[in-house]
């Protein structure tokens, strides 16, 4: 790990005898970095996020942590070339407490609708997994996003179609299905990708696949059990843009088996999760003449639609988001969980404040 710090420094200071500027990164995935490199200098990028959390019981648990402390480098060798990479440097969110190199990948720009990538990227699936970790409205991901799209980065090679000003915008990716820090453990690949399309100027709607792999080549001793380790799992999505109005819903449905050891999204715990499991989510925001965004999230995650009420989770998020510029953020977030059988006190109350560079 010393190594791969001090390789990092130096390149980044070697960056900076070069005279090169400073922005925020557009976007985690290849294709929105890619669209953002006009020359063939590199770019810095990062941004932290410190928080606080109180929970709302008797024990009054509460912790200040970093949520994500991260920094990168993109840039162009050449027009048709570009590259991506970027350290997590909070001790809170990877599984050994130690930084980690977390996306690091080379873009092919063969077309506006075929950029290759190769390495380790985010798989391109759901919408909330696809919006940058700085840019979520609220400071969590939802329960489903982070339960069913794991591993949510993943070594493999895609292909990117389209950008921001197309109607039409899709991702294909053949994928490890293992996580980051560690190799395959089979011999199969997952397939992953999602699409989305621009119905109107205020509507779009998309959807997103997996067919995968999760289980050790040991663990499927002969091919008459192959189809029963495979897992596969489908989204829906929306997102509707009324002039200061946001609204955005998904819905997943997940089956097969699974592999805890990937780890859940950004940290979070992966719970045990049955031969069928499905969540969703809605969420509003505003935003306001004072910089202000309020925003509502409502949220169900069932992870074992065939036992009833066992681990089934709904959860309301109320909050509000105040931007002092476009490079520091304030969020706030109070987190109403809902149980359906015993009452247990573990509301939460979230304070995120986060800068870009």
């Known amino acids: 790990m010393k190594n791969i710090l001090y390789i990092f420094l130096v390149i980044v200071f070697s960056f900076q005898a070069n005279n090169l500027f400073a922005q925020g990164c557009e976007g985690d995935d290849p294709a929105t970095a890619n669209d953002s490199l006009s020359t063939n200098k590199p770019i810095i990028f990062g941004y932290v996020q410190a928080q606080y959390d109180y929970t709302l019981n008797d024990a009054n648990e509460n912790t200040f942590r970093f949520k994500r402390a991260r920094i990168g480098a993109r840039g162009k060798i050449i027009n048709d070339f570009s590259y991506y990479f970027m350290l997590e440097t909070s001790p809170f969110i990877g599984s ?4 980690y190199l977390m996306d690091a990948f080379i ?19 759901s919408l909330e997994v696809a919006t940058p970790c700085h840019s979520l409205t609220t400071i969590d991901r939802s329960i489903v996003a982070d339960q ?14 389209g950008n921001k000003y197309t109607k039409l915008n899709y991702s294909v990716a ?35 696949f997996r067919y995968g792999f999760p289980i050790k080549d040991e663990d499927t001793p002969n091919n008459d059990r192959e189809n029963d380790h495979v897992r596969q799992t489908f989204g829906g999505e929306f997102l509707l843009n009324l002039n200061n109005l946001h609204v955005q819903g998904e819905y997943i449905y997940d089956e097969g088996d699974d592999n805890p050891a990937a780890g859940g999204g ?21 935003d306001t003449k004072w910089n202000i965004q309020p925003v509502f999230k409502y949220e169900y995650f069932d992870p074992n639609i065939d036992v009833k009420d066992i681990g089934y989770q709904e959860m309301m998020t109320i909050g509000a988001n105040y931007f002092f510029n476009d490079k520091v953020r304030l969020q706030i977030n109070y987190q109403a969980h809902i149980e359906t059988i015993n009452n247990v006190d573990n509301d939460m109350l979230l304070a995120q404040l986060q800068i870009k560079f």
């Open 148 to 161: 069913l799209v794991a591993p949510q980065r993943d070594f493999g090679i895609a292909i990117f179609g």
């Open 174 to 208: 053949l994928m490890n299905g293992s996580g980051l820090r560690v190799k395959d453990n089979n011999k199969k690949k997952d397939i992953i990708g999602r699409a989305t399309y621009k119905v109107a100027d205020f509507l779009t709607v998309g959807g997103s």
């Open 266 to 286: 950004c940290g979070a715990e992966p719970v045990p999760l049955g031969w069928i499991r499905t969540g969703g989510y809605i969420m509003a925001s505003y």
């Open 96 to 99: 050994s407490g130690d930084a």
């Open 107 to 125: 873009t092919y720009n063969a077309d506006n609708w075929a950029r290759i990538s190769v390495g380790s990227f985010k798989q391109p699936f």
